[in-house]
């Protein structure tokens, strides 16, 4: 696998990561606010599925790129 192919690939599997984390994230959301699983919301439910979505929209990417990162003697 070239430089430029591994580039791509990690590249899409940053933006999946943001994307997946987004949209765990507005489900998180959907269950806190509404009536789906409770009358009233599911605070609790919502709150972790909505913090998870977080880690994985922000913390994922992050911790990755860093990873990744070329080393300072090459």
Same mark, same amino acid.
């Given at each position: 696998m070239t430089d430029k192919e591994t580039a791509?690939?990690?590249f899409l599997l940053l933006n999946a990561a943001r994307g997946a984390g987004t949209i765990?994230?507005?489900? @998180? *959301?959907?269950l806190w606010y509404t009536d789906l699983l409770d009358i009233g919301g599911?605070?609790? &439910?919502g709150g972790l599925i909505f913090a998870? @979505? *977080?880690l994985l929209s922000f913390?994922?990417?992050t911790?990755?790129?860093r990873?990744?990162? &070329?080393?300072?003697?090459?």
């Open positions: 791509q690939q990690r765990i994230m507005v489900i @998180g *959301l959907v599911a605070p609790l &439910t998870c @979505g *977080l913390v994922l990417p911790w990755l790129a990873k990744w990162r &070329t080393p300072p003697g090459q």
